[in-house]
C-alpha cells in the first residue's frame, strides 16, 4: 500500500519512516556510491528536517519499505540547488507554487534483483501513480526530480515522461535533472500502463506457482 | 503539436490559436462562477495596491465571498510557539473569537495551526488528526464562533525556509463544497503571493532572482511569441518553456506573461 507521510503523522509511522531511511542507505551510499550522510544505518539530510513529503510504497502491514520518494515544493530551499547550483543554473531556480522538488526516489533493492523485473517496473510505477495523485491533489503541474543513468533507462521503459534539463558530473555517475509533467492525463497514461504491469505480474506469478 | 509536421505554417498558426482558445475555456470550465482568471488578477491587484496587510485579508475575504480569511506567518518557520519571535498574523475572525481563543489559551490546543505548520501539502479541516476531547472541544467552539467547521490551510514557504500558512474556511456545507474545487488553484496562488509580499515586507526577505534562462524567455514572450515558439527557438518542450514563464511570473508576482514582461521592463530586468 501507499502512506503518505508527513511531519504531523509521522509518529504514527515512525518504524516505516526508519525503514525508509535505512533503505535510503542501502541504495544511495551502499549501492550507487553518493556521497550522503549515514547515522546508525540511516541515510538522512538537512532537507529531511524541513517537513517534507514522503509517499512510501509498503506492504500491507507497513512494515517492509519496497519503495519511497520524498517531496518539497522550490518555493522553500531544494536539493537541486545545492547539487546541480554550477552546472544547471537556470534549471535549479525554477520556483513556483506548482512546481514541486522530488528526491531521494528509490526502490527496496531485493526488486532490482535480475529476476524481478516485472515487479521492480510494477513497484516503480505504483510509486509514480501515487506521485501523480498526491501532485494532482496538491495543484502540482511539475516535478523537478535528480537521478542516474539506470533510473533514466527506467522511466523511458515504463513509459514516464521526463525532459531532462541537464547533469553534473559531481558524483561518480552522471546525476540528471529531469522535469517531469504532471496532468491527468499523464496520470490516466501511467495508470494504464499500471493495469497492463499488474496484469503480467499476476501471469508471471501464476506461471512460477 | 502531436505528430503534425511544420509544413503549413500559417494554418499551424490559427491552429494554435485555436489551442489557446479551447486551454482558455477548459481552464474557465475548470473554475466556478467568478473565479476565473479575472478573479486571480483581481486578488493579486489587491495583494499589490493595498498598502496595510490586514486591510488586504478583509479584502480578499470579500473578494472570494467566503466566511473568513487567516494569514499566519512565523519568524523561525517550523516552531509557531516559539516565544522569542511574534508571530505575524492577520485575520478576519470576529472580535469575540480573537478574544476568547487568548483567554483559552487555544494557541496550544488549536489542531489548525499545528499541523499548518508540520504540514507541507495544503489540506482540509476535515483531514485534520483530532488528538484529544480538547482540541475536538476547540473545533466546535470555533463553529459556534463562525469559524469553520469547513476549511482549506495552505502551508507556504520561502527559500530561506520562512514557514506560514494561509487558510480560508466557510460555516455553510453548500457553500463550501461548490467553492472549494475550484477555487483551490486561486487559492494556492494568493496564499503564496501574500507569502511573498509579508516576507519581503515584515521580514525583509529578498525574493530569489530571475535567471537568464527566465529572462530569455521573457524576452521572447515580448515579441509575441507562445510557449511553443519559445520552445522552438530554445530546444525545450512546451511544458517546459511554460514552467520557465510560469517561475519568472512567480518571482515577478505577475498572473500573466503580459503582466511579467512589463513589469520586468519597469524593474529594468528586461531591456526590450
Known sequence: MIIVVESHNAHKYSNLVDEMFRLRARIFRD??????????????????????????????????????????????????????????????????????????????????????QNEMLFACLVLLEALGNVALRAGIESIIGNFDTAMLRLYRRIGCEVEILGSTLRFAEPIYLGLHPISEPVIRRIKARLHKRSLLLDATQKVAA | ??????????????????????????????????????????????????????????????????????????????????????????????AAWILRYLQMGYAEVDPVLREAFQRTLPFEWSELTIASEAEASFLADAAAHGVGPHGFSIPVFSKHGHRGHFGVSSAQKEQWSSFLPAAR?????????????????????D????????????????????????????????????????????????????????????????VL
Open chain 1, 31 to 116: 549501492r550507487l556510491h553518493w556521497d550522503v550522510q549515514v547515522t546508525d544505518g540511516q541515510e538522512r539530510d538537512n532537507y529531511d528536517d524541513l517537513h517534507p513529503v514522503y509517499i512510501i510504497y509498503c506492504d500491507d502491514s507497513a512494515t517492509e519499505v519496497k519503495g519511497s520518494l520524498r517531496l518539497l515544493p522550490t518555493t522553500g530551499p531544494t536539493l537541486s540547488r545545492d547539487v546541480f547550483y554550477d552546472t544547471l543554473p537556470d534549471a535549479v531556480h525554477l520556483c513556483a507554487p506548482t512546481i514541486w522538488e522530488c528526491t531521494r526516489f528509490c526502490l527496496d533493492e531485493k526488486l532490482l534483483d535480475k529476476g524481478k
Open chain 2, 1 to 94: 503539436m502531436r505528430g503534425r509536421s511544420e509544413a503549413g505554417a500559417r494554418p499551424g498558426a490559427a491552429r494554435r490559436r485555436k489551442a489557446v482558445a479551447t486551454n482558455r475555456q477548459r481552464r474557465s470550465a475548470t473554475v466556478a462562477p467568478g473565479l476565473g482568471e479575472n478573479m486571480f488578477t483581481e486578488a493579486f491587484s489587491i495583494i499589490e495596491h493595498t498598502s496595510d496587510i490586514g486591510a488586504v485579508i478583509t479584502k480578499l475575504r470579500d473578494h472570494l465571498r467566503i466566511d473568513h480569511v487567516v494569514y499566519h506567518s512565523s519568524k523561525l518557520g517550523t516552531n509557531p510557539s516559539d516565544p522569542q519571535r511574534g508571530p505575524y498574523i492577520r485575520l478576519t475572525y470576529p
Open chain 2, 185 to 205: 488553484p486561486t487559492l494556492i496562488g494568493i496564499a503564496n503571493r501574500l507569502h511573498r509580499r509579508v516576507v519581503a515586507e515584515v521580514f525583509g526577505e
Open chain 2, 207 to 270: 525574493g530569489p532572482p530571475l535567471t537568464a534562462r527566465e529572462i530569455e524567455c521573457l524576452r521572447w514572450a515580448a515579441q509575441g511569441k507562445s510557449a511553443s515558439d519559445i520552445a522552438a527557438i530554445l530546444q525545450i518542450s512546451p511544458h517546459t518553456s511554460r514552467e520557465y514563464l510560469k517561475s519568472a511570473r512567480h518571482k515577478l508576482d505577475c498572473v500573466t506573461s503580459p503582466q511579467a514582461v512589463a513589469k520586468a521592463v519597469r524593474l529594468g530586468l528586461l
